[in-house]
Nanobody
């Protein structure tokens, strides 16, 4: 069964940090680019970060460059999103995703940034 399961969301104050994890199963994780998306209330889902299959290349949305870091552990079939210096505008449900070749999604994890 193909599955992505996110974890690590929560409530954090502005300037704080969180690390999201996404555990994959049911497909050859090490063969695919992995993505993190987010969807804020009332807004469209947007791509936050991407990492290639071997982890050799990453890309970020301009809004998170210098604050977020995507990484992966192919042995553990897990992709991570380290989020530092969080801002209220980072509040959203964060989703892990891959195209294998159909697009698959996790259930999402809520990140709330508020004082």
């Amino acid at each position: 069964q193909v599955q992505l399961v996110e974890s690590g969301g929560g409530l954090v104050q502005p300037g704080g940090s969180l690390r999201l994890s996404c555990a994959a199963s049911g497909f050859t994780f090490s063969s695919y680019t992995m993505n993190w998306y987010r969807q804020a209330p009332g807004k469209e889902r947007e791509l936050v970060a991407a990492i290639t299959s071997a982890g050799s290349s990453t890309n970020y949305a301009d809004s998170v460059k210098g604050r977020f870091t995507i990484s992966r552990d192919n042995a553990k079939k897990t992709v991570y999103l380290q989020m530092n210096n969080l801002k209220p505008e980072d509040t959203a449900v964060y989703y892990c995703s891959a195209r294998i070749p159909n697009r698959i999604w996790g259930q999402g994890t809520l990140v709330s940034v508020s004082s």
